[in-house]
């Protein structure tokens, strides 16, 4: 099973759409594709939208590339 979730990069304006295997969890780092080229991302925060009306998304998964 797969979880689709849209993936804000350091609160942006912009956002993608990603597939994980499971919901990420806070603290942990990820792997994404960014404008064609690999980044290693630490995951900052995850909002479940109950009714996923937020721009069609029902989980919202903010990371940084600010990994301390």
Do not use: K, W, Y
């Amino acid at each position: 099973m797969t979880v689709n979730c849209r993936v804000s990069i350091d609160n942006g304006p912009q956002s993608i759409e990603a597939v994980f295997q499971a919901v990420p969890r806070i603290g942990e780092s990820v792997s994404l594709s960014v404008d064609g080229n690999a980044q290693d991302l630490r995951v900052s925060r995850v909002v479940h939208v109950p009714d996923g009306s937020l721009e069609g998304a029902a989980i919202i998964v903010e990371v940084t590339a600010n990994i301390l």
